[in-house]
């Protein structure tokens, strides 16, 4: 069963739609939920790729992936973060969205220990 994305026309609303046969999506036209308009346009989804344990591994140790990094700023740290939980198939937390939220937004790991201490970081990982 494909999900489909659209996005109103009238509301700029982006919204999926799960269709459980295509005969039925041939035969209506979908409604945006937001505002009800039926002028909607189909976007392009990104799409899933399976793969294994091993290949995730192998390009996590790809050294060319950290090469945007400076370990200087903390929006590239922030950054980094996000994607190798993406790349680990793995959901933030939301302690863990929320330092890469500050961090992305430019706030030292510093700063954020000092008004999250429930992190408790040791100071030599700082």
């Given at each position: 069963?494909?999900?489909?994305?659209?996005r109103?026309?009238a509301c700029?609303?982006?919204?999926?739609?799960?269709?459980r046969?295509i005969?039925?999506m041939?035969?209506?036209?979908?409604?945006c939920?937001?505002?009800?308009s039926?002028?909607?346009?189909?976007?392009?989804?990104?799409?899933a790729?399976?793969?294994?344990?091993?290949a995730r591994?192998?390009?996590l140790?790809d050294?060319?992936?950290?090469?945007?990094?400076?370990?200087?700023?903390p929006?590239?740290?922030g950054?980094?973060?996000?994607?190798?939980?993406?790349e680990?198939?793995e959901?933030l937390?939301a302690?863990?969205?929320e330092?890469?939220d500050?961090?992305?937004?430019?706030?030292?790991?510093?700063?954020i220990?000092s008004?999250?201490?429930?992190?408790?970081?040791?100071p030599?990982d700082l």
């Open positions: 069963m494909p999900i489909y994305e659209y109103c026309s700029h609303e982006q919204i999926s739609i799960l269709v046969s005969s039925k041939q035969m209506t036209t979908p409604r939920p937001h505002c009800g039926q002028d909607l346009r189909r976007l392009i989804s990104r799409v790729v399976v793969r294994s344990e091993e591994l192998e390009s140790a050294m060319s992936t950290l090469s945007d990094i400076d370990e200087n700023n929006r590239t740290i950054h980094w973060m996000r994607r190798m939980s993406a680990m198939g959901h937390s302690e863990f969205a330092v890469a500050r961090l992305e937004a430019g706030q030292t790991p510093e700063e220990e008004t999250m201490p429930e992190l408790d970081i040791p030599e």
